[in-house]
């Protein structure tokens, strides 16, 4: 007689999972940097790790500090300049650092501060912000448990795309997909930092 629920256990076993249980390769870190539990709240955990990939994710605060949730950055690359491109549009943002409301000046001033220890932080590429996706999650579509404070909203990527008026993509969280934005549009932001382009 064939051992049909040993089978069908195993075959459970051996199923990718689907969803929240992927979070497992997610690691709270602290301002330093360490392994921390994972917090909400107006100052939580201040970074992600995801073991998966090797990038290390900034995390949002609700709390008007520089990495506060609801700071929103006109798109800005001026290395852009002199290939004969748009370089985008400095400081049209909204955020609490004066004459700062754009994506270079953040990236430069979230370096200069050493968020979690590191110096090297950076706009994300589509590919690496469509990984923290989660479609099904309800609200903001990302692991709510490791990325408290995110907006249902327009995240802006590292990925130029020539237009007339320069433009960038651009992540959704709220309709889980890529689009190109305008780079005078304002756009949340969240940094990585680790394997991947610079």
């Known amino acids: 007689m064939t051992p049909w629920p040993y089978i069908a256990l195993l075959l459970l076993c051996l199923t990718p999972t689907l969803g929240h249980a992927d979070a497992s390769v997610y690691v709270a870190l602290d301002a330093k940097g360490k392994q921390a539990k994972p917090q909400a709240g107006a100052r939580p955990h201040a970074c992600v790790r995801d073991n998966g990939t090797g990038l290390v994710w900034e995390v949002k605060t609700d709390d008007h500090g520089p990495a506060d949730k609801d700071w929103i950055f006109s798109w800005y690359d001026k290395t852009l300049e002199g290939k004969g491109v748009p370089v985008g549009y400095p400081?049209?943002?909204?955020?609490?650092?004066?004459?700062?409301?754009?994506?270079?000046?953040?990236?430069?001033?979230?370096?200069?501060?050493?968020?979690?220890?590191?110096?090297?932080?950076?706009?994300?590429?589509?590919?690496?912000?469509?990984?923290?996706?989660?479609?099904?999650?309800?609200?903001?579509?990302?692991?709510?448990?490791?990325?408290?404070?995110?907006?249902?909203?327009?995240?802006?990527?590292?990925?130029?795309?020539?237009?007339?008026?320069?433009?960038?993509?651009?992540?959704?969280?709220?309709?889980?997909?890529?689009?190109?934005?305008?780079?005078?549009?304002?756009?949340?932001?969240?940094?990585?930092?680790g394997p991947g382009k610079h």
């Open 91 to 193: 400081d049209s943002g909204r955020c609490g650092a004066k004459g700062r409301c754009d994506t270079q000046a953040y990236v430069a001033d979230t370096n200069k501060r050493g968020l979690c220890g590191f110096r090297d932080w950076r706009l994300p590429t589509v590919q690496e912000l469509e990984g923290l996706l989660r479609p099904e999650a309800p609200g903001a579509k990302i692991d709510a448990r490791f990325f408290p404070n995110t907006p249902a909203g327009y995240f802006w990527t590292g990925d130029y795309v020539p237009t007339e008026v320069g433009g960038a993509m651009l992540v959704s969280f709220e309709l889980s997909m890529s689009l190109l934005g305008n780079s005078a549009s304002g756009g949340y932001v969240r940094l990585v930092r």
